[in-house]
C-alpha cells in the first residue's frame, strides 16, 4: 500500500488495447454508470426528503411561539433532541452493517445485494407514515439504510478500466448530487400538493419509485463484464484487459486487516472521509431547518434556496472526475498530487467560506446564498477526484474492504451530528 504502488499503477499502458468497442455514450460500461447515478438518485431521495418533511410534519405554532412563517403546521410536537434522533437514525443502520456486508458483497457479488438493499429501504420508507402516527421510535426503527452505496461502489472493481476510473465514479455518484438538487424543491411540492394528503405523500413516491428502480435493476444489471449477455466483445476485452488486479471469478479474498488497518494512507482517507461527512450530513440534514427558521423562507422557498448548492455541487461533481483523469493522463502531476490536491482545495476553501457566513446577518440573503453555493459546490472535488478514488489506487484488490471500513466510521459523524446541531441550536 506504499505510494509507489499508485505510480506503477498509473503508468499501466492503455494505449495497447486499442478496440474499446462502441462509443462511450453507448457502452455497457458508461450505461451502468448513468444507471447506478439514478439509483443514487432514489436512495437519496429516501434519505434526504425526510430533512425536509420533518419541517411540514411539525406543529410550529406550537414548538415557537413567535413563529412568523405561512404555511400549514404538520400534526406532530416533538422536541429538538427528538428531531436530530430521527434525522440520525438511519446512519445507526448504516454503520452497524458495513464490516458484515463487506462480507456478503465479496461472496454474494454487489448486484444481489444492492438491489434488495434498495428493495427494503423502499418498503421501510414507504411504511414511515403509518409508523409516524404510532411512535417515532416506530420511524426511528425503520430508518435503515446499509448496504446499497458500499455495493454500487464494488460494481467499479471490475466494470472500470484504470483510466475511467474517476470519470465513471464521478458520472455515477453525480446521481447523489442530481438527488440533492431535486429533492427539496420536490418534497417541498408534496409536502403541500401531494396526493395523499401532503406530506405522507413524500414516502409513498419516494418509496415506489426505489420500488421500480429495483426491478430495473435486477433485469438490466450483471455482477461482471464476462457474464453480461448484451455487452459488445470488444468492450468487454477492453474492460478485463485494462482494470487492475480484478479476476474474472469471484475472489474469495483474505482481507489483509492488519496491514490496512496499520496503514498511514488508510488512516489519511479515514479522516478525510470522517470531516467530509460530517459537513455533508450537517448540510443535508439541517438546511432546510436553517433555511426555515433563520433565513424565515416558507416551504416553497425552502425547497428553491435549498436545492441552489446541491446545483452547485452537481456541476462540480460532474467535471472534476474528467479533469482528473485529464491532469493524470498528462502526467501535469501525479495520482497521489492529484488526490491531495482535490482533497486540500474541497476541505479548505469551504471551511472559510462557511465561517465567513456563520458572521453575516440572516438579511444578507444574496451574500449568504452565495457564499453557501460555492462552498457546498467546492466540497465536490473531495469525493470525485480526492480521497473517495483513494481504495481504487492504493490496494484495487481490498478497495471494497477499504471503503467498507472508512465508510463505517465516517457515518458514525452522521450519528453524532443532529445530538450536536441539537445541542447548540435549542432556541
Known sequence: MADAHVENENNLDEDRVTEKGPPKWRSTRFFLAYFLGLGLVVI???RVSFSMAIVCMMNHTALDLHRQ???????????????GLLLGALYWGYTVAQIPGSYVIHRRGARAVVGFSVVAMSLFFTLCHPASLLSPWAVFALRVAALAIPGMYSMWGRWAPVSERAQLL?????GQMVANASVFP????LCEEGPWGGWPSVFYVFGGLGLVWSIAWFVLVRDSPEIHPRIDPKEKEYIVNSRAAVTAQQEKLDVPWRQILTSWCFWAIAVAQFTYNWGFFLMISNLPTFMYEAMRFDIKSNGVFSMLPYISLFFVMSGAGFLSDFIIKRRFVTVLGARKLYTAIAYVIPAV??????HLPCTEVAAVMILLVVAVG??????TGGFFVNPYDIAPRYAVSICTATNTMATMSGVINPYVVAAVTKD
Open 170 to 174: 464521478g458520472i455515477s455518484f453525480a
Open 353 to 358: 467560506l462557511l465561517v465567513v457566513m456563520s
Open 378 to 383: 467546492l466540497t465536490g472535488l473531495a469525493p
Open 186 to 189: 420536490f418534497t417541498a411540492m
Open 44 to 46: 437519496f431521495y429516501q
Open 69 to 83: 412563517r405561512s404555511g400549514a403546521d404538520g400534526p406532530f410536537v416533538w422536541d429538538k433532541e427528538l428531531q
